[in-house]
């Protein structure tokens, strides 16, 4: 349904508290791979979002459909 449809904002909220979740109650990481993670970050975002990364959501966006697997349309 999802590929036919398409995400909707319901579905978005769902995941981000999912991932907001699991990124306050993850287990402790060893202090050279958060470093290493972090330096990543700093490449690939903006300074608000360095601890952050990937982990999390923050707005909806309909034509963002990589979360989701889904094949882009042509």
Do not use: W
């Amino acid at each position: 349904m999802l590929q036919r449809v398409g995400p909707s904002e319901r579905f978005f909220h769902e995941l981000k508290a999912i991932e907001e979740t699991k990124f306050r109650f993850a287990e402790e990481v060893p202090a050279y791979e958060y470093v290493e993670d972090m330096a990543e970050n700093m490449q690939l975002y903006p300074p608000e979002d360095y601890i952050t990364g990937s982990e999390l959501f923050f707005e909806y966006d309909p034509e963002v459909r990589f979360f989701l697997k889904l094949p882009c349309e042509k």
